[in-house]
Each structure stands twice: as structure tokens, then as C-alpha cells.
């Protein structure tokens, strides 16, 4: 099954519900809704380059009237949202048409309940998806092609898509209807896209207070709500928006946030709680809660609780991590003595906790949440109609919340994923990244700037999406960088004796700006955006890399990079150019990530297909990914 986002993390809908396919975004602003202030703009999207207006009021307008709505009628646009709002009573009957289209009954009836689906339209959308992506072993195939096909037949037919639904509530916003903020609540559960949860979540943490001042009385009435979504949401409504001064918004809401943190009956909630009071909020009573969920943490949720421990313990800090071992036979079932080693790190931490608690102030520490928990992996395989991707990323409930693939003509050498709706596919000899939809569609080219020679010769190397939104690319004359919207702000063409050098193996952008460079002599050095050599930084030696391969090199601390060599995995301070920290050897792999908890992701290329391995900085293995898929090749994995 393949959940959204804020749906994987929040357990959010009946229980007949609890997966719904991720659908691509919706178009770019973020206007509010119903009488919502407007989102952030760090949310907007690039806007369509195909399009005649970029105005967002426009291009909703636009989307709505080709669907066959009516932008000025806000009545009928609540209309639109109540309709795609399931009760049980309709769940029943939903589930009960979609049982018919299995194999076992007679064709015409199979086709019959098919076209009832398709005219129950938009209520029907959410227990189809569950359907079409049931990748269980007792999947019936049939229904998974008839609920394809519906899906198909019900969006082209209905405008039931992710961006008409983010339309509707965008405009619904401007129109500031009174009764646009409840029906958009009772319609949340079955939003068609995580990124269409995410606007209605950033537009009620816009409005947290009423009025007065005061905490909004529908969202601590909703904190209540049988439905995990809502509370979730609304917890998260009411608990972010602080400043530096006043973290928690609502300071009298700490207790029943801490108390919902150690009680509520969904465990995603109890989690996402317990890290946001503690990242957001500054709330010094939830690090003792949050300890006390690892026994029951996913894998995503323990990179993001240790993320945040460690930052708080600093040199302090336990070296136990949570384990999440798999049986290489049994992939999908984690060993039974995890829980009882999740209990013995727990217990590692509470004993840290129990003497570190008198001596901690939460809001004088940079406690930052950079990861979401979440894990990606990139294969290739070569058929007769030539290079075929595929990107799969699961959430942190483990399970599979994105996928896409495309069949490219250049060859892609490396791939990245940016934020929740566009893949970044660098490609051979075209000198270009090319920027994907989630259907693979292709909706942009950003052109690599390099200089006549070196674009005849393009050798790239790797692209990556860095903390603060932007693009950097890697190739073996140099690096580029570009903002969120494809604009260059950042050259570097590598010359020796005035001709381009073509040595660079690899290269990794400091979050100081300054720019790490690893040349085909085993050389390692700093550089400014000038290409001067950096003072204080000067060049050092490592071991070697397979000077065809992908660009290995990645910063793993304020004075430190990890690379991946070509027998080994080493650690390296900038400063003195010694080997320090991570070391791994006897192994060949194409991928290397520090993570926030200071474990070590990468392949184990000595196992086919490669395992993904994750390591203590002792040695201790605490996680292993393995691949089903027999024929392909790994491109690239990564928690992000």
C-alpha cells in the first residue's frame, strides 16, 4: 500500500482507509482557505513555463472552469468538497462494488460495477487507489486493473484530480465563505494528495488563534476528534507558530499536548507529537515521552527521534541506536530481539535523560529537525527500449509512499528527489538536469553552464538538492548551482594552464558555501565560489575512486566530509586532512551518507543485488534494506 505523507504519519482515516495513493501536487501558491490567511511563500511551486498567466488567482480560474466548475460560486465549490466526503455508509457500499470487479464473478457484472464506481465519482476515489496499489501477495489482479482503469475513466471524466481539489480549496479561501473552514475539516481525511494535506495544514497554523488572541475553539475541539488526522492536525496547528521567545504558542494547552503525546490511541500521532513539542516547541517535558516511544519507533521515526536526541545530549549522548534488523529471507518482518534491543536503547537514554534533565534548557539549544524520515532508493535497468528509472521512497511507516519511473535516451547517472513532487535526473552527454513530475513527464531543462569543449565532453557526476532548496551539480570540469526555479547561481569551470582541467571525481558544497573538491590525483581541497583555495583548509590526500562513477564525496560535519572510496568508507576533517570518525572497510559501494544520529548509510556491493546497510560509528549494523528486484541496478539510496 502506498501512503501520503501526513496520512503515514498520523493514522488518519477509517480503518478501511488507512492508505491512499500519492498523487502528484497541486500547482504552486498557496492561497488560504476560507478566510485563511495565505501560506508561506517558501511553499510556491515554480509556475508552469507552457502557461500564459502566472497569476495564481488565474491559473485556478482556469483549472476550475475547464473542470467545469465555477470559480464565483463558492456554494457550489463546498459542493464539490462534500462530495468527495466518504461515511461509512458509503464506504460499505464502495468496498462492496469494488469486491465485484474480482475475478471470480461474471464478466458483466464485473464490467457493471466498474461503470457504478465511475458514476459515484468523486467519494469513490480513495478506497479505488487503496485498490489499484494493493501489492499484497493475496491481491486479486482483477480489481487492481478494473480500479486503474475507473481511476483513469473517473479523473478524465469527473476532474477529480490532486490539482482541481487544490484549486477548490485555494479559491474557496479568497471567497472567505463561513462555511469553507468546516467543510474543508470534514473533507481532510480523503484529501487527494499529501501536498493537498499540507495546504490545509499550513492554512490552519496560519489562524491558530481566534480573535482574541486565543487558541481557535474548532481546532481544541478537534483535538478530540475520533478521526487521527484531525487531531494531528490540529495539535500541529496549535502547537507550531511560536517565536523565539515564546516557542509553544498556547502555553496553556502544554499539558493536554503532553499528556495526548503519552496517551492517544494512534501511535503516529503520540510520535509526531512528541518530536514536534520537542523541535517546535522547545517543551522540555516530551524528551522523557519521546524516549519512551523508541521500543515502538519505525525506522523513520527513529532517525528523526535520534536526529533530535543527539542534538540535544551532544557529547553526551549514548552511542546505543535503535535497531530495525530484517531477516534477508523474511524482508518485509523485522526480527522479534529488536524490540528488546529498542528497550535497552530506551533505557541507555532515560538514564542520560535522568541526569542531564536538571542542567537543560531546550530553548537555548539549536535542536533542528532536518530529515523527514524517509527512505529512497534509485534503480536502473537496461532493456531493448533502453534505460529505464525507477525511484521507490517509503515513509516512516516503512511503507512505499512515493514511486515513479521513466525511459530516458540520454543516460542518467544520477538522480535526486526534491521535495515532495519533482525528481532531478542528470544525464550523459545532454549537460542538462532534467526536472520530472511524479509521472515522469519531463517539465523542465535546466542547461549545466559549461563551455563549448567541455559540452562536447560531459562527463556528470551528481546532483543533489542542498538544506536550503537549491540544486548542485557535479561534473568532471566543474560545478553549477541552481535555485528552486532552474536560475544559475553558482559556476565553477575547473582550468589548468587556461584548458579545462576535466579531473574532478567528485564535489560536495559546504553549508558555509565554501566548496569541497575531489580531483582524479586522489586530491581532496577547499575552495571559495572563486575558486581560491580556502585558508586554514589546504589540500590532503585520499584514497582512490573509480573515476567513471558518480560523485562520492558528502559533508558529514561543520569541518568534516565522508567518501566513499574504492574499496572503503572514510571520514576526513578538513582542517588537519587526517582520517577521522567513520571507517568502514572491505567494501565497495556506491553510496555514503552521514546521517543526523552519526550512523553510516551505504551499499554493500559484495551482496547482489546490493543491501543498503546502516552502522554505528562502532560498527554495529542496526538496519539493512534488501532489494526484491533481481534486475536491476542500484543508482543511488538515501534518507531524507
Known amino acids: 500500500m502506498r501512503l501520503p505523507r501526513l496520512l503515514l504519519s498520523a493514522g488518519l482515516v477509517p480503518a478501511a482507509l488507512a492508505a491512499v495513493v500519492v498523487a502528484q501536487a497541486p500547482p504552486p501558491p498557496v492561497p488560504p482557505v476560507a478566510g485563511l490567511p495565505a501560506a508561506k511563500k517558501a511553499e510556491d511551486k515554480p509556475a ?9 488567482v488565474e491559473l485556478d480560474k482556469q483549472a476550475l472552469t475547464a473542470a467545469g466548475l465555477k470559480p464565483d460560486d463558492p456554494a457550489g465549490l463546498i459542493e464539490y468538497l462534500k462530495s468527495r466526503t466518504l461515511n461509512d455508509a ?5 468496498n462492496d462494488l469494488i469486491k465485484k470487479m474480482g475475478g471470480e464473478n461474471k464478466f458483466d457484472d464485473r464490467i457493471a460495477a466498474q461503470d457504478q464506481l465511475v458514476q459515484i465519482g468523486g467519494k469513490a476515489v480513495a478506497p479505488l487507489r487503496i485498490a489499484a496499489k494493493d501489492d499484497s501477495a493475496n491481491a486479486d489482479p482483477e480489481v487492481v486493473y478494473r480500479a486503474k482503469q475507473a481511476i483513469r475513466r473517473m479523473e478524465k471524466e469527473k476532474a477529480l484530480g490532486a490539482d482541481i481539489t487544490a484549486a477548490v480549496i485555494r479559491t474557496l479561501g479568497r471567497s472567505k465563505d463561513p462555511q469553507a473552514l468546516p467543510t474543508v475539516l470534514g473533507f481532510l481525511p480523503l484529501a487527494d494528495s499529501p501536498a493537498v494535506v499540507d495546504v490545509i495544514q499550513e492554512a490552519l497554523r496560519e489562524t491558530a488563534a481566534g480573535p482574541d488572541g486565543k487558541p481557535n475553539d474548532l481546532l481544541v475541539k478537534a483535538l478530540g476528534d475520533e478521526n487521527a488526522l484531525r487531531r494531528r492536525v490540529a495539535a500541529l496547528a496549535l502547537i507550531e507558530g511560536g517565536t523565539p521567545g515564546k516557542p509553544l504558542r498556547f502555553p496553556e494547552l502544554q499539558p493536554k499536548f503532553v499528556e495526548m503525546a503519552k496517551v492517544d490511541k494512534d501511535p503516529a500521532v503520540r510520535f509526531v507529537l512528541a518530536r514536534t513539542l520537542v523541535a517546535d516547541a522547545r517543551v522540555k517535558d516530551a524528551v522523557p515521552v519521546l524516549i519512551d516511544l523508541m ?10 527521534a535520534e536526529e533530535l536526541l543527539v542534538q540535544i545530549a551532544g557529547k553526551d549522548a549514548p552511542p546505543e541506536r535503535c535497531k530495525h534488523t530484517r531477516n534477508q529471507s523474511s524482508p518485509d518482518k523485522e526480527l522479534a530481539s529488536n524490540k528488546q534491543s529498542r528497550e535497552k536503547t530506551r533505557d541507555a537514554w532515560k538514564k542520560w535523560w535522568d541526569g542531564a534533565k536538571d542542567k537543560t534548557d531546550l530553548t537555548k539549544i539549536d535542536v533542528r529537525q532536518t530529515m523527514k524520515g524517509h527512505f529512497a532508493v534509485v534503480t536502473q535497468f537496461w532493456g531493448g527500449v533502453g534505460q529505464q528509472i525507477a525511484v521507490t521512497e517509503y515513509g516512516t511507516d516503512d511503507k512505499v509512499r512515493l514511486t ?24 550523459y552527454g545532454a549537460a542538462q538536469v532534467s526536472v520530472r513530475d511524479l509521472s515522469g513527464k519531463v517539465a523542465a531543462t535546466w542547461t549545466i553552464p559549461v563551455d563549448k569543449n567541455a559540452r562536447n565532453n560531459f562527463q556528470p557526476k551528481g546532483v543533489s538538492v542542498r538544506e536550503n532548496g537549491n540544486v548542485f551539480v557535479v561534473h568532471a570540469n566543474g560545478v553549477a548551482e541552481f535555485d528552486k526555479d532552474g536560475k544559475e547561481v553558482l559556476k565553477y569551470n575547473r582550468e589548468v594552464n587556461k584548458q579545462p582541467a ?19 590525483t586522489n586530491k581532496v581541497m577547499v575552495i571559495d565560489e572563486k575558486g581560491k583555495e580556502v585558508d586554514g583548509k589546504k589540500a590532503f590526500n585520499v584514497g582512490s575512486q573509480n573515476q567513471y562513477q558518480k560523485s562520492l564525496i558528502q559533508q558529514s560535519g561543520d569541518d568534516s566530509v565522508l567518501v566513499v572510496e574504492q574499496n572503503q568508507i572514510m571520514e576526513y576533517n578538513l582542517k588537519t586532512g587526517k582520517a577521522e570518525g567513520t571507517k568502514i572497510q572491505n567494501v565497495y559501494s556506491n553510496v555514503g551518507q552521514k546521517l543526523p544520529n552519526g550512523n553510516v548509510l551505504y551499499s554493500d556491493n559484495n ?7 546502516e552502522k554505528t560509528p562502532k560498527g554495529e549494523e542496526v538496519w539493512a534494506f534488501y532489494s526484491r528486484d533481481q534486475n536491476s541496478n542500484l543508482i543511488k539510496a538515501m534518507v531524507r
Not at 508552469?48 to 495564481?56: E, I, L
Open 502 to 520: 576535466y579531473d574532478l571525481v567528485g564535489a560536495t558544497r559546504l553549508k558555509s558555501g565554501e566548496i569541497v573538491l575531489q580531483l582524479n
Open 404 to 427: 515513479t519511473g521513466f525511459q530516458v535516451n540520454n543516460s542518467v547517472l544520477d538522480v535526486a528527489l526534491d521535495g515532495a513532487d519533482r525528481v532531478l535526473s542528470l544525464e
Open 48 to 56: 508552469d513555463k507552457k502557461a500564459k498567466t502566472t497569476d495564481p
Open 607 to 613: 551482496y547482489y543485488p546490493p543491501r543498503i546497510v
Open 295 to 304: 521500543p515502538d519507533m519505525t525506522r523513520g521515526q527513529s532517525w528523526q
Open 90 to 94: 458509503d464506504l460499505g457500499k464502495i
